[in-house]
C-alpha cells in the first residue's frame, strides 16, 4: 500500500465536522478505493473549543491558517473557511504557494478568484477541486468536466439552491406566504440567519458561472449573470401557475451562442411534465445538453454536510488516485485557464420565450385596460388573462382593496415584455412593480 | 501539445460510425479538452465496403482485429464489436496482451469476462474503461467509480434498458398491447429484429451486475441476477397499475447487504411520486444512495449512436488526459480485482415490501375464494383487489370468458407470495401462470 495522502482542513463548520465523521466513518472504504490512506494532519479553525459533534483532539491543531498551508506533513489543503476573499482565499493562495494541492467547497471565491487560482495551480501542476462549490453532493461537475467531455455543450441549466427550492415547494404543497416558510426553513436549519446569498439568487449565481466556465471552455464571467431571488414571489404567483399548468423554481440558465455567454438566475415557471418540475424541497438538479450526449440529468441533495463531504471526499479520492504515480490532475476549468474563451455577456432582449407577468393593481375603472394598452404597443400578446380580489373589477365603478392581475405572454421576444413594463413605470395604477417570471422551455 | 493519442476501432456498427463522426465533429474542442488529440490510427468491421454515412477511406483499414490490436502505432484499442465472447473477447484480450489500453461499450462482454479483463490491465498498469456499456451517454461508472467514491453505497437501482422503457411507456400513453408496440419500436429502430435480449432483461442484468460490483466493491456475479422481462406485461395491467397510483417500469435494483448481495431485473410498480415514474420513452435513469450523499440521480438517453459515441470518447479523453505524464489509471472497478468481495447471492425470500398479482382465471364459481384463500394460507394480506371481465363474477353461477383478477399486497415477506403461488400451482382456475409485480420502495 502506498504512502498516505495527507490532509490539512481548515474551517469546521458542519461541512468541516463532516468531513471528519466521513474520513473516519468509511476510512477502510475510502482506503481501498484511493489506494492508500487518506490521512488529516492538521486542523484549523477559528475556534478551538467549541463541540462540533466529533472527537478534534486526535488531530493537531494550526492557529494560523499560514502555517497549516506550510506544514511539511500535508498533501493537500482543504478550504471550508467561505467567503469569496478574507482568509479563505488568503489560504488557498498559500496553499498553492507551498505547492500544496487544494480541495474547497467555496462557490463564491471559485467564482470570484478560480481563474487566478486554476492558473497558479496549473502552472505549479497542482491538483484545484472544487466538486463540493456546486449542487453539493452531486457530481456535476466530474460529470460536465469528464463524463460529457466530448460534447459541444449548448446550455446547462438547473435547480442550484436548496434553500429557494425548499421555500417555493413548501409554499406549493401549504398555499403558505413567502415569509412565514422562510422563517420556518430557519427554524428547521435550511436556511441561514441571514438568507439573502440564497433568497436573493447569489449563491446560484456563483454556482451558474462556474457550471457555464467548464460547460462552454469560457472564462469564468460572475458579474453579468442577471440575478433575482425569489422574496418576490406571492402565494398567489404560486397558485396562479399551478393552474396553468406550471411550477415555479428558481433556475440558473447558461447558453453559449454566437461567441456570447449568456447567464441568468431566476424564478422561472417550470411546465410540469419538465423533470425539473418533480425535484423538490432541498433538492438540486443539474441539466446539461451536448451535441452528441443530449440531455443529461444529474440530482440529488444540494446542501448539508453529509452530501458536501462527500463532494469534498471524492475530491480527494481523485488526487490521491491520480498523484499516486505522479500523475496527471488535469485542468481544473477542463480546459486549460490561458485556452479559455472570453466570452462577452449576451443581450438577454433577443432571447425569445413565454412569460408569466403579474401586476398588483388599484382597483379602479381603466386598469386593465392601461395594461392591455401597454401590451399592445410594446408587441406583446397574451395568451391568457387572470384577475384576482375581493371584488374583480373589470372596469366597473367601485374602488375597492388592491387586485391581482397575472398573464402569461405568447412566445416572442424578452425586449418587447422589457418595453412594455418601461411604458408602464410611474403609472398610478400599479401598486408595486411588476413581477416577471420566464417559462421554461423545451 | 503532446502527441496524439493513437486509436484502433474494431466493430464499425452504428456506435462505431458514431465514434467517428463524434471525434471528426468535436475534434478542436476534444483536442482542448484532452490536452492533445484523438487520432484513429485504423479501423476494422466485418464487412469493408458498407455505407456507414460516414467517410472511412481517411482511415486504414485492418481486416483482422489480431493484427489490429498488435499495430505500433496503436495506444488504445476501441472494442465495438459487441457480443460476450467470440471476436470481442479475442480482440479485448490481444489488446491487452500487446500493452494497448482498451475501451468499450460491451456490456455482456465485460459481464461475463470483466474481472479476467480487468485483472489483465490492473496487472499491466492499463486503463480498461467501459463507461459505453451501461446507460448509453449517462456517466453513471464514473458517478459510481470516482463521484460517489466517498460513500458507503447501500443500494443502486433504475431503469437500464432504453427498449422496454419505450415499451412501458408508449403502453401506459396509448393503452396498445405490448407486441403491437414492440412491433413499432421495431420499425422505429428502438428495438432489434430479435428483440429477446432487451424484452426479456437480459440487457438490463448485464448492466446491473456491472453496476452493483463498481457500487458495492464486489466480484460481478451475473449469473443469479434474478430476471424477468416484459412479455407478459399487459395493456390492463398498466391500467390497473395507473388507477392505484403507479407506473410500470422495469427496474434493476441491487443491494448488499450482511455480505450478500441481491439482484434483480424485473417489472417494478413505481409510485407516481418517486423520480424514476418520470422517465420516460427511451430515457434510461439510475438512482444509487450513499451513506453520506444520500440519493443520486443519473439521468439521460441510455442508448443511440450519440449518446453511446459520447460515453466511449469520454473514456478515451479521460485516457489522454491521464497517461499524459504515466500517471494512475485507477481500477476499473474502482476496487481492485484481487480486493473485490465475494458475496453469495441474497435469498430473496427474506425481502419485504408490496406487490401487484394479477390472475387471468376462468370465469366460475368459487375462483376468488381460491385464490383469497391461497393468500390466507401463506400469509399474504391484500390491500385492495380488482377483477375485472366481461362478466365480473364474485362467485356467481355462469360461466363466461376468462377474467382479470388482480390485487396489491399489503408490505409483507416475499416468500409468502412465493408460497400462496405454489399453492395454487397446477389449479384449473387459472388460465395461465399469475403475473407478480413487485412495488418499488421508498
Same mark, same amino acid.
Given at each position: 500500500m502506498a504512502e498516505p495522502l495527507r490532509i490539512a482542513l481548515a474551517g469546521l463548520g458542519t461541512v468541516g465536522a463532516g468531513v471528519i465523521r466521513l474520513l473516519e466513518t468509511n476510512a477502510q472504504l475510502i482506503e481501498r478505493r484511493a489506494g492508500r490512506a487518506i490521512e488529516i494532519a492538521a486542523v484549523s479553525a477559528r475556534e478551538r473549543h467549541k463541540d462540533r459533534g466529533v472527537d478534534m483532539t486526535a488531530y493537531e491543531w494550526d492557529d494560523d491558517t499560514t502555517a497549516l498551508a506550510a506544514r511539511e506533513d500535508v498533501d493537500v489543503v482543504v478550504e471550508l473557511i467561505g467567503g469569496s476573499d478574507g482568509p479563505a482565499l488568503t489560504l488557498a493562495r498559500n496553499a498553492l504557494a507551498n505547492r500544496k494541492a487544494l480541495v474547497t467547497a467555496n462557490k463564491a471565491m471559485i467564482a470570484h478568484h478560480g481563474?487566478?487560482?486554476?492558473?497558479?495551480?496549473?502552472?505549479?501542476? *497542482?491538483?484545484?477541486?472544487?466538486?463540493?462549490?456546486?449542487?453539493?453532493? =452531486?457530481?456535476?461537475?466530474?460529470?460536465?468536466?469528464?463524463?460529457?467531455?466530448?460534447?459541444?455543450?449548448?446550455?446547462v441549466y438547473g435547480i442550484l439552491n436548496g434553500t429557494c427550492n425548499f421555500i417555493l415547494s413548501t409554499m406549493e404543497d401549504t398555499g403558505r406566504d413567502f415569509t412565514d416558510v422562510l422563517a420556518e426553513a430557519q427554524a428547521r436549519g435550511f436556511a441561514e440567519a441571514d438568507p439573502s446569498f440564497d433568497i436573493d439568487g447569489v449563491d446560484a449565481a456563483h454556482?451558474?458561472?462556474?457550471?457555464? /466556465?467548464?460547460?462552454?471552455? +469560457?472564462?469564468? !464571467?460572475?458579474?453579468?449573470?442577471?440575478?433575482?431571488?425569489?422574496?418576490?414571489?406571492?402565494?398567489?404567483? =404560486?397558485?396562479?401557475?399551478?393552474?396553468?399548468?406550471?411550477? =415555479?423554481?428558481? =433556475?440558473?440558465?447558461?447558453?453559449?451562442?454566437?461567441?456570447? *455567454?449568456?447567464?441568468?438566475?431566476?424564478?422561472?415557471?417550470?411546465?410540469? !411534465?419538465?423533470? *425539473?418540475?418533480?425535484?423538490?424541497?432541498?433538492?438540486?438538479?443539474?441539466?446539461?445538453?451536448?451535441? $452528441?450526449?443530449?440531455?443529461?440529468? $444529474?440530482?440529488?441533495?444540494?446542501?448539508? &454536510?453529509?452530501?458536501?463531504?462527500?463532494?469534498?471526499?471524492? &475530491? *480527494?479520492?481523485?488526487?490521491?488516485?491520480? +498523484?499516486?504515480?505522479?500523475?496527471?490532475?488535469?485542468?481544473?476549468?477542463?480546459?486549460?485557464?490561458?485556452?479559455?474563451e472570453a466570452m462577452p455577456p449576451?443581450?438577454?432582449?433577443?432571447?425569445?420565450?413565454?412569460?408569466?407577468?403579474?401586476?398588483?393593481?388599484? &382597483?379602479?375603472?381603466?386598469?386593465?385596460?392601461?395594461?392591455?394598452?401597454?401590451?399592445?404597443?410594446?408587441?406583446? +400578446?397574451?395568451?391568457?388573462?387572470?384577475?384576482?380580489?375581493?371584488?374583480?373589477?373589470?372596469?366597473?365603478?367601485?374602488?375597492?382593496?388592491?387586485?391581482?392581475?397575472?398573464?402569461?405572454?405568447?412566445?416572442?421576444?424578452?425586449?418587447?415584455?422589457?418595453?412594455?413594463?418601461?411604458?408602464?413605470?410611474? /403609472?398610478? /395604477?400599479?401598486?408595486e412593480p411588476p413581477v416577471v417570471m420566464h417559462i421554461l422551455g423545451e
Open positions: 481563474l487566478e487560482l486554476a492558473e497558479a495551480a496549473e502552472n505549479a501542476g *497542482l491538483a484545484l477541486k472544487f466538486e463540493a462549490a456546486v449542487a453539493g453532493g =452531486i457530481p456535476v461537475i466530474k460529470g460536465l468536466r469528464e463524463g460529457a467531455a466530448a460534447n459541444v455543450v449548448e446550455r454556482k451558474l458561472a462556474i457550471l457555464a /466556465s467548464i460547460a462552454f471552455g +469560457s472564462r469564468i !464571467d460572475f458579474a453579468p449573470v442577471e440575478t433575482t431571488g425569489i422574496r418576490r414571489v406571492l402565494a398567489a404567483d =404560486i397558485a396562479q401557475a399551478d393552474q396553468l399548468g406550471y411550477y =415555479i423554481r428558481l =433556475i440558473g440558465i447558461a447558453e453559449a451562442a454566437d461567441g456570447r *455567454l449568456f447567464q441568468r438566475v431566476h424564478p422561472y415557471l417550470v411546465p410540469r !411534465d419538465h423533470p *425539473l418540475a418533480h425535484v423538490d424541497g432541498a433538492t438540486n438538479a443539474v441539466v446539461a445538453e451536448g451535441n $452528441f450526449a443530449g440531455r443529461l440529468l $444529474f440530482q440529488g441533495a444540494g446542501a448539508g &454536510d453529509g452530501p458536501t463531504a462527500s463532494a469534498v471526499v471524492a &475530491d *480527494l479520492i481523485d488526487i490521491a488516485r491520480w +498523484s499516486m504515480n505522479g500523475g496527471e490532475v488535469g485542468a481544473p476549468f477542463s480546459i486549460p485557464v490561458g485556452a479559455l449576451a443581450a438577454s432582449g433577443h432571447r425569445m420565450g413565454k412569460a408569466y407577468l403579474r401586476f398588483i393593481v388599484a &382597483d379602479r375603472p381603466g386598469v386593465l385596460a392601461e395594461i392591455a394598452a401597454a401590451m399592445r404597443d410594446a408587441g406583446v +400578446s397574451i395568451e391568457s388573462l387572470i384577475q384576482k380580489g375581493g371584488q374583480a373589477h373589470l372596469g366597473g365603478a367601485d374602488v375597492g382593496e388592491p387586485v391581482l392581475v397575472a398573464m402569461v405572454t405568447h412566445h416572442g421576444p424578452e425586449r418587447c415584455i422589457a418595453e412594455a413594463l418601461r411604458l408602464l413605470e410611474g /403609472s398610478e /395604477s400599479l401598486v
